[in-house]
């Protein structure tokens, strides 16, 4: 896989230090706009990435690239992904895919005709213990209750409540609660039992965004609530309740550091599979075996788990609009 990065922000820094762990990987391009040349010519040179562009177009012609990786802003993933396709690229996206399902659905549409790779980067789906749940989710029995909580004090929610709207809380910019942190939980959720029923969403929000919030995903005999904030702090843990036993997440559910699990009349058991210390590993090396092996069958079924996601989201985001604004 040779892989332009598009984007030079937090993330790109968070994991470009573990590029060396994935076999097949090589790191062909960075993309940047202009006035961040400096800082991307200081990842090529501490990273050995062979080209810096400051012009999409031009990276996006170069003919050595396969595979382009979308780091940017929330609100640009649309259009820089579909530019990708155009030019004949592979594209793997950050999370949140997109901010509406017409997009996903004419980024997959793109996709398909072209025979390109289209895959969401969303870790939880790719660690080693939220496997494991996926493979041993009998062992509860039959699942009356999700529930699962990312709350995390934004560091940049001070200057929001000063009046300077970053984009992390700009509703324009696909920014919120639920856009950030929640999605993994629903990522969660989702990726156990499928797209829900009914989606209802009680947000807290300030200045048009939601800041905190909770979802209750209906699957009829099954209910999932999701807790999102950014606005305070609280426990992260996601716990699946069945008639028969019980599992546990304690920490984030983009991380699954590890897994508690008890059945009805058994002590407490912990189950641990992490491969990798760092949680982006494991989804690149499924990336770089999905697009070396062209497997279009699994194309489809992350894309397939990715639209039941983003139609969770849709409804989520639709219901914080007649919401009671906080002050």
Excluded at 82 to 96: F, N
Excluded at 211 to 221: A, N
Excluded at 310 to 326: C, M, S, Y
């Amino acid at each position: 896989m040779r892989l332009a990065v598009i984007g030079a922000g937090q993330i790109v820094a968070d994991f470009l230090p573990h590029v060396a762990d994935i076999p097949g990987l090589e790191l062909a391009a960075i993309y940047g706009r202009p006035p961040r040349r400096e800082h991307l010519e200081k990842l090529q040179a501490q990273f050995g990435i062979e080209r810096v562009h400051t012009d999409l177009d031009e990276c996006l012609a170069d003919t050595s690239i396969d595979t382009v990786w979308v780091a940017v802003p929330n609100s640009l993933h649309f259009e820089v992904s579909r530019k990708a396709l155009e030019a004949g690229k592979h594209v793997i996206c950050e999370k949140p895919f997109v901010l509406e399902e017409s997009e996903l659905r004419e980024l997959r549409t793109l996709a398909t005709e072209r025979d390109l790779i289209l895959i969401e980067a969303i870790t939880t789906q790719y660690l080693a213990n939220y496997r494991w749940i996926t493979e041993h989710l009998d062992l509860v029995g039959k699942v009356k209750l999700i529930q699962s909580d990312y709350s995390q004090y934004s560091s940049r929610y001070d200057a929001f409540r000063e009046g300077t709207v970053l984009p992390a809380f700009d509703p324009a910019q696909g920014g919120g609660a639920l856009m950030d942190l929640g999605i993994y939980a629903i990522h969660f959720v989702v990726g156990l039992l499928g797209r829900p029923q009914n989606v209802t969403y009680t947000a807290n929000v300030q200045r048009g965004v939601d800041t905190s919030g909770v979802l209750v995903l209906d699957y009829g005999d099954t209910t999932a609530v999701c807790v999102c904030a950014k606005d305070s702090d609280g426990p992260i843990r996601s716990k699946i309740q069945g008639e028969d036993g019980w599992i546990v997440v304690d920490g984030s559910p983009n991380v699954m550091a590890s897994v508690s699990y008890e059945t009805r009349g058994g002590a407490a058991k912990q189950v641990d599979l992490t491969n990798h210390p760092h949680r982006m590993v494991e989804e690149f090396v499924a990336f770089e075996r999905i697009i070396r092996e062209h497997d279009t069958a699994q194309r489809d079924r992350r894309l397939d788990h990715s639209a039941d996601v983003l139609f969770v989201v849709a409804a989520a985001r639709a219901a914080t609009a007649p919401q009671k604004e906080t002050a």
